[in-house]
């Protein structure tokens, strides 16, 4: 079955580095993603990668995919408070209308 | 602007009482998901639809109903039958381009709080 892990909680200051880490289970994951979900709010695609690729680089953002190890991370460069958020991992099993799989979500705690 | 609405932001019922909640989108999306987040727990699919008069059940579908008569409008009904209902409902939709991956576009959720 498919089964996506996070750790629950990461506090940093700001102009750090984050790194948020996911683990899945499902070895024919097509699609990984990065969500992020503001107090209240909806969630928004922050970015994906394919998972024939390393790593992607999309401004502060770099996503590393260790395939073998089934492990994915995301770091954010010079965090801001405004990053504070809960971040979500999602995979999806092939490109059609599959449903997205989601971890229970990273919160991201950026003091000053 | 193109976006998903979901009506009302919060809702509050009394037990024993059935809700449905509003979805809708004019991003021309065909499909449209139902999700349900409590704390800790993440997002669980409830229902999708990938077509009109078409939809599946998700991993926790029970106690919840669906309909998708157009393709704009996805609404998920709470009934009675769901033992815990009070929770954070999200919508989403998404659009299938080849060979692409497919982004899910969420909608601001409802807060639906029974008592």
């Known amino acids: 079955g498919e089964d996506v892990e996070q750790s629950l909680f990461l506090s940093v200051r700001e102009g750090d580095s984050s790194v948020i880490n996911c683990t899945y289970t499902?070895?024919?994951?097509?699609?990984l993603y990065w969500y992020k979900q503001e107090p209240g709010a909806g969630l928004q695609l922050l970015t994906y990668?394919?998972?024939?690729?390393d790593m992607k680089q999309d401004q502060r953002l770099t996503v590393l995919l260790n395939k073998k190890d089934k492990h994915l991370s995301l770091r954010i460069a010079d965090t801001q408070t405004g990053d504070s958020a809960i971040y979500f991992c999602a995979e999806s099993i092939n490109s059609g209308y599959s449903t997205l799989t989601f971890g229970k979500g990273t919160m991201l705690l950026v003091s000053p | 602007d193109g976006g998903i609405t979901q009506s009302p932001k919060y809702l509050f019922r009394k037990e024993g009482q059935n809700v449905t909640l509003s979805c809708e989108q004019n991003?021309?999306?065909?499909?449209m998901y139902w999700y349900r987040q409590d704390p800790g727990q993440g997002l669980r699919l409830i229902y999708y639809s990938q077509i009109v008069n078409d939809f599946q059940k998700g991993d926790i579908a029970e106690g919840y109903s669906v309909s998708r008569e157009k393709k704009e409008s996805f609404p998920l009904t709470v009934t009675s039958a769901q033992k815990n209902p009070t929770a954070f409902y999200l919508c989403?939709?998404?659009?299938?381009?080849?060979?692409?991956?497919?982004?899910?576009?969420f909608g601001p959720g409802t807060r639906l709080t029974v008592t």
């Open positions: 499902d070895s024919s994951s097509t699609y």
């Open positions: 990668i394919f998972s024939n690729m």
């Open positions: 991003l021309n999306h065909d499909a």
């Open positions: 989403a939709s998404s659009i299938r381009v080849e060979g692409q991956p497919y982004e899910q576009y």
